[in-house]
């Protein structure tokens, strides 16, 4: 099991291990004082937030270990000593957020909180959402990103089921264009993702997911992940 523990070392090795990987913490407004401020990591060739900017995030599920260990996999790339790796750093940053959920994880919780909800049916609508403290700390983070100057490029939560599987919310234009190009080309580099099974939602029926917030707020092509199971960590 990846535990918090085991998530904040992870974290905390890939700030000690790259220059170019720096730790923040994100405070949680919590009565109870139960909730640890959410760890996360910039990548950034320079330690500035004026950039385009790709959103990871994880965790949100206690269970779904194989989402968490996809996280790290797919976060790694970016730490990567190729020219591609190289490349992508020079004009962009990326922020990982692993751990949504910390206190689900420890009480051992299914899909939700403390509270009882599921963290990935928090995020606002016009109606509801943000009321727990976990997505409103994300949420101001992100916002505080813009403001600081940053353009957010892309949205990207990880998740496990059964098989694997990627959700998209059903938009057209360039947010379109952008997700088929990324799903081609996993399924073009990556053998076992071939028969990846690709569902787009209506974004008015899942509103309140992170996903469809984010490509909601600020126009941006926003993807689920979903591992198997049984996928292979390697």
């Known amino acids: 099991l990846h535990t918090p523990d085991h998530i904040r070392a992870w974290t905390k090795s890939i700030v000690d291990s790259f220059d170019f990987a720096h730790a923040f913490y994100l405070p949680q407004n919590d009565q109870n004082q139960q909730l640890k401020p959410l760890p996360g990591i910039l990548i950034a060739d320079e330690k500035t937030f004026n950039r385009k900017t790709l959103v990871i995030t994880g965790g949100h599920h206690p269970p779904e270990v194989t989402g968490r260990i996809g996280l790290e996999h797919f976060s790694a790339e970016f730490f990567a000593d190729n020219p591609l790796s190289k490349r992508f750093r020079a004009r962009f940053n990326v922020v990982v957020v692993p751990m949504m959920n910390e206190l689900g994880i420890i009480n051992g919780q299914w899909r939700h909180n403390r509270a009882g909800i599921d963290s990935n049916r928090d995020w606002g609508s016009k109606q509801k959402g943000f009321n727990y403290p976990e997505t409103i700390a994300v949420r101001n983070f992100l916002l505080s990103l813009t403001k600081q100057g940053a353009t957010l490029a892309g949205f990207i939560d990880h998740h496990s089921t059964y098989t694997l599987k990627a959700y998209t919310p059903d938009v057209k234009g360039a947010q379109k264009k952008f997700i088929d190009c990324v799903v ?18 209506d974004p008015s029926r899942y509103e309140t997911v992170a996903g469809m917030w984010a490509s909601r707020v600020f126009d941006i092509p926003s993807i689920v992940l979903e591992y198997g199971d049984d996928t292979s960590q390697q």
Not at 184 to 201: A, F, G, I, Y
């Open 184 to 201: 081609e080309k996993l399924k073009s580099q990556v053998p076992r993702l071939k028969d990846w099974e690709m569902t787009r939602l």
